[in-house]
Every structure is written in C-alpha cells, then in structure tokens.
C-alpha cells in the first residue's frame, strides 16, 4: 500500500520507497514520462516533496475500510 506518498517536480505522486528505486536506476529521469528533470543535480532532494493532501486520503479511506489491497501488488510506477 501506499504508507510515504511523494510528489515530484512534474506534480505525479509516487510512493517514496518506489520513487527511490526508479530515480537509483534511472537518475533524474521521470519513472511516468521518461522525461529530464530539469534540475538532474540532486534530482531526488530537489523534486520530492511529501503529498500530504494523498496521505491523508489514503489513511481515512484505510480507516473507512475502502482500500483493496489486493489492488497495490498489481501497482508499479
């Protein structure tokens, strides 16, 4: 499930752990477009910025028991 929502500079959301590993094997390209990040130095640092707004949904609609699970094995970037 999604536990450390992120966005980037480009305003997708990523789950943190998922982003990290897509920028390590792909250093300032976007996982979604493909495209340059415009600032490659410190991609990761200069484009995640926690996404409060989705975190907050995800843990009502946990907590409301709307979330299928099943669903986010099947979820890569």
Do not use: H, V
Request: aromatic share 6%; net charge neutral; proline share 5%.
């Amino acid at each position: 499930s999604m536990e450390y929502p992120i966005i980037d500079s480009m305003g997708y959301t990523y789950e943190r752990a998922a982003y990290i590993k897509a920028l390590m094997q792909r250093p300032g390209i976007c996982p979604l477009t493909n495209q340059l990040y415009t600032s490659q130095k410190n991609a990761l640092i200069t484009t995640a910025t926690p996404n409060r707004l989705a975190r907050d949904l995800i843990t009502e609609l946990n907590r409301k028991g709307m979330i299928n699970d099943s669903l986010d094995e099947k979820t890569d970037i």
